[in-house]
Structure formats: C-alpha cells, structure tokens
C-alpha cells in the first residue's frame, strides 16, 4: 500500500487547516502503515511538578493518528477522533522532545483504528501508549 499523502503533503494540510499548531507537530518518518512524529516540549506543555501534561501528550498521540490516517486516505478534514484510551506510564523529561510512533492496524471504510508509543527523547521506555479510534467520512 502506498500513501495518498506525503509528509510534505501532510505538514501543508496540518498548517493550512489548523493554522493553531502550526510548528507544534513534525513529520521525522512516514511509511504506508506507520509514522513517526515529534513535538518540541514547551513551558506551556508543562504542568506543575516539572513534567509534561497530560492533554499535551494526549494532543501528540491524536495529531499522530490523524495524519497516518489522512496520509492513507488523503486530505479529508472530517475524520475525527471517536474514542482514545491512553495510559500515562512514566514520568517525561521536561525540556526534552516527544516522539511518537504510531501504527495504522486497521483501515475501514468508516473507522480507522491507530496504536501509538509516547516516548522521551533519550528515554527507551515508552511514557505513554495510546489506542485510537477514527470515524472517516463518507466519499
């Protein structure tokens, strides 16, 4: 399976349609059923004690899966996020880049189902793993 979308295609489509996070989320790899994003760690992710927050690390998990999604079925707004279960699993570093990895493992006609790994730059060990769920729109 090739994708519909390149990286290119997809930071262009990120920037154009969420002009808001503009900057927030890079591409590092793309293949047909995977991707690899990161996203600086900046003083507004962080929550008191030093470490980055939850909505951040929830927010790198969703724009990862929605872009292996678009990159697979091509520029389409509209998919949205139906269900997410994320587990937050150890402490990230504040200061450092978060790099998610994320696997497309089912692609329907209606739903589109993501696995993603939340790591710390120079951690080894996941931070967070996420399970995601996608409605795709019809046509």
Same mark, same amino acid.
């Given at each position: 399976? =090739?994708?519909?979308?390149? +990286?290119?295609?997809?930071?262009?489509?990120?920037?154009?349609?969420?002009?808001? &996070?503009?900057g927030d989320f890079v591409i590092a790899a793309l293949a047909a059923q995977s991707i690899t994003v990161q996203m600086p760690v900046a003083?507004?992710?962080?929550?008191?004690?030093? =470490?980055?927050?939850?909505? +951040?690390?929830? +927010?790198?998990?969703? &724009?990862?899966?929605?872009?292996?999604?678009?990159?697979?079925?091509?520029?389409?707004?509209?998919? &949205?996020? =139906?269900?997410?279960?994320?587990?937050?699993?150890r402490k990230p570093a504040a200061g450092q880049m978060l790099i998610c990895e994320a696997r497309l493992l089912k692609l329907g006609r209606?739903?589109?189902? &993501?696995?993603?790994?939340?790591?710390?730059?120079?951690?080894?060990?996941?931070?967070?793993?996420?399970?995601?769920?996608?409605?795709?729109?019809?046509?």
């Amino acid at each position: 399976m =090739t994708v519909k979308m390149t +990286a290119d295609d997809l930071q262009g489509f990120l920037a154009e349609t969420f002009p808001q &996070v503009q900057g927030d989320f890079v591409i590092a790899a793309l293949a047909a059923q995977s991707i690899t994003v990161q996203m600086p760690v900046a003083d507004r992710h962080l929550r008191p004690g030093g =470490t980055v927050s939850g909505p +951040a690390m929830f +927010a790198l998990a969703d &724009v990862t899966a929605y872009l292996i999604i678009l990159a697979n079925i091509g520029p389409k707004a509209l998919a &949205v996020t =139906t269900n997410c279960s994320i587990d937050f699993m150890r402490k990230p570093a504040a200061g450092q880049m978060l790099i998610c990895e994320a696997r497309l493992l089912k692609l329907g006609r209606a739903l589109a189902v &993501v696995d993603a790994l939340i790591y710390s730059a120079g951690q080894a060990a996941p931070v967070a793993r996420a399970s995601l769920t996608y409605a795709i729109p019809p046509g």
